[in-house]
């Protein structure tokens, strides 16, 4: 300790390195299997320039922790600041009135360093909606925020107890305790443990252990080091794919990686030192700020693959411009006269237009009231489930805990995925008349995993001891069984429409065809009835994005198309055909979903003016009661005693 930090061409070196892999995993994952590891990259730089800056202040007795807010706001909050205020002029010409709130919700939390909890509330950072979050790239911004607020005043406190040698093994086991941590609740949260800082702390944590324990060897050493360094965190972008728990043990890859290049401190070396890799580094947090949205776009326009070269351009072109124009600009900070800091000050000024644009925005929903009224009522009536947020998981809950509506007497359940959600819920608002209640279970992007072990998906866990609950429970006699089948069958990819999606293994599928029909024939064996849909047809756009695409041409809203009825079929071949020609027990329902979605040539967004969706394959409330009342008929019909069970 005691050392004065300079800087370090290598470590901008490694920004380069870290920013590049990001950048091609966004654009292209193909390209980079697991570029995403660029962000702990970066994490475990931040620790180590963080560490050092409380440390030698520290040691020097003149560290303040408002002039490191400060210095760390003017670093961040410029840059990100204009970036919002031109998503802000971007969204009012291009975006949908929803689009458009959505972004202004986005924008708040972004600039109140909040966006990784509320993305985390969203859906997960792999899912393909996320390509349409223009800011969802700033959650790693947040994480680092809340890491930059927390640690100082955990160091400052540490200080006054303890002496600075001390606090170096505080640091290094809290260090040690917080991987142990990450590693071990990975598997059962992994949406938290990837957006939320007590899984992400320890990476930082792990460059502020560089800092503080640097090693001291020879050249030839140090050049080892480094060398092997940076083949760890090159394989890491090519051995780690989205399909692993993230962060978790296999994190170390990367992160130790990175560590032995800081601790290899070769100034001089070819690989990081660079003219081309101190450029890049140099310009990594703008490249990183404005790469994100260009993804995002080409997303959002369905443009071509040749676009993406257009976007890698343009992210240098925009990180150059806004490192030399934004972040080279120094703020100064005059307190004297509080009033005139949103004139002088330009990161409180960009914040604050930056606010108070977005909450209006926000507030006046997109300005969806300049809009027609026929697109007005679809909107407003494109709704989810009220309960939605409050009884749907997207991680391991007991079942006993699963929401239960209305009625007293439960003998109904609803089981699957996040595409049960409005069914269960107006399935139960019908039952309620006949004071019959009903208990809703739901996982989000839940593969069919019954008498799966808990590796094979993140809700095996649960759906095996959901399954067990409810061929327990007597009380509860019938049980609807829905899926996106797509999302387990197919790879997920709409942007294929019209082609046709690509297909799994043939192994993989008829694994999970099994799955469905042992859990569905298992239940059959102990219920009265078991009801299970056929496929919900999926848009390749949300339902709000079509009816904006075609009020710009001007043409009516009463009928809006989402797919082919041929492309519905096609997509959806292994699980249908499998319906149609599967023998189940006699009190198995199969109740086809095509005669409320589609007829013979398409199958529709909007049909006869009723919003069949909220998003892109999610039913509306107004949708899923047309499927609960074919749930009631069927029920009514094959009922032993001729009524409602």
Not at 401 to 409: I, R, T
Request: proline share 4%; aromatic share 16%; with cysteine.
């Amino acid at each position: 300790m005691g050392k004065t930090l300079q800087f370090r061409k290598d470590l901008n070196g490694l920004r380069a390195i870290a920013v590049v892999s990001v950048v091609l995993f966004h654009f292209n994952s193909a390209w980079l299997p697991g570029g995403y590891i660029g962000v702990d990259v970066f994490f475990v730089i931040s620790g180590y320039l963080m560490t050092g800056i409380i440390f030698s202040g520290l040691e020097k007795q003149d560290f303040s922790i408002l002039k490191f807010y400060l210095a760390r706001a003017d670093r961040i909050v410029p840059a990100l600041a204009v970036l919002c205020l031109v998503m802000i002029v971007f969204g009012w010409i291009y975006l949908t009135p929803l689009d458009y709130k959505i972004l202004a919700k986005h924008i708040v939390s972004s600039l109140t360093f909040s966006s990784n909890m509320a993305y985390y509330g969203e859906s997960g950072y792999f899912d393909v909606s996320s390509h349409e979050k223009w800011l969802l790239h700033t959650w790693s911004l947040s994480v680092e925020w809340q890491f930059y607020v927390l640690y100082p005043l955990v160091l400052v406190f540490l200080h006054k107890f303890l002496s600075l040698s001390k606090m170096k093994i505080v640091i290094l086991l809290s260090t040690i305790l917080g991987f142990i941590f990450s590693a071990s609740v990975t598997p059962i949260w992994p949406d938290a443990s990837y957006f939320l800082l007590p899984t992400r702390a320890w990476e930082m944590m792990v460059g502020g252990v560089a800092y503080l324990y640097p090693f001291k060897y020879a050249s030839l050493v140090k050049s080892i080091l480094e060398k092997v360094g940076l083949l760890l965190i090159f394989l890491s972008c090519f051995l780690i794919s989205d399909a692993n728990f993230w962060p978790g043990y296999l994190a170390l890859l990367p992160v130790i990686g990175t560590f032995m290049v800081i601790q290899a401190q070769k100034n001089d070396s070819l690989l990081t030192t660079n003219f081309v890799s101190q450029k890049l580094g140099s310009w990594s947090y703008s490249i990183y700020l404005w790469h994100w949205p260009l993804v995002a776009g080409i997303y959002y326009f369905k443009l071509s693959y040749i676009y993406i070269f257009g976007g890698l351009t343009l992210s240098l072109i925009f990180g150059f411009l806004s490192f030399k124009y934004i972040e080279r600009i120094k703020a100064s900070h005059n307190f004297r006269n509080p009033y005139s800091i949103f004139l002088k000050d330009r990161t409180v000024s960009l914040i604050f237009l930056s606010l108070i644009l977005s909450g209006v925005i926000f507030l006046e929903r997109g300005f969806i009231k300049s809009a027609p009224i026929d697109y007005q009522n679809i909107i407003n009536s494109s709704k989810a489930s009220p309960l939605r947020s409050k009884c749907h998981i997207y991680e391991y809950k007991k079942p006993e805990l699963a929401c239960e509506y209305f009625g007293s007497k439960i003998s109904w359940a609803v089981f699957g995925d996040s595409h049960t959600i409005e069914i269960a819920y107006t399935l139960a608002d019908k039952l309620r008349e006949y004071d019959i209640g009903l208990k809703h279970f739901s996982f989000s992007a839940c593969k069919p995993s019954y008498l799966e072990d808990n590796n094979f998906s993140k809700c095996s866990k649960w759906y095996n001891e959901t399954t067990d609950y409810l061929l327990r429970q007597d009380s509860i006699k019938n049980v609807v069984f829905n899926h996106r089948f797509t999302s387990a069958l197919f790879y997920y990819d709409m942007n294929n429409y019209p082609n046709k999606s690509v297909s799994k293994s043939t192994s993989e599928t008829l694994n999970l065809i099994d799955n469905i029909d042992n859990l569905i024939i298992k239940l059959a064996s102990v219920k009265e009835n078991v009801y299970v849909f056929y496929p919900i047809p999926e848009l390749p756009k949300t339902i709000h994005k079509l009816a904006g695409d075609q009020l710009l041409k001007n043409e009516k809203l009463s009928n809006i198309t989402g797919t082919s009825f041929k492309w519905y079929r096609e997509r959806n071949k292994y699980i249908i055909d499998h319906f149609d020609n599967k023998n189940y027990p006699d009190n198995v329902y199969l109740l086809k979903t095509e005669d409320i979605f589609c007829d013979k040539e398409y199958c529709f967004a909007v049909r006869n003016g009723i919003p069949l969706y909220f998003d892109d394959d999610h039913p509306s409330v107004l949708s899923a009661e047309k499927l609960a009342n074919k749930i009631i008929a069927k029920n009514k019909k094959n009922s032993k005693n001729c009524c409602l069970l």
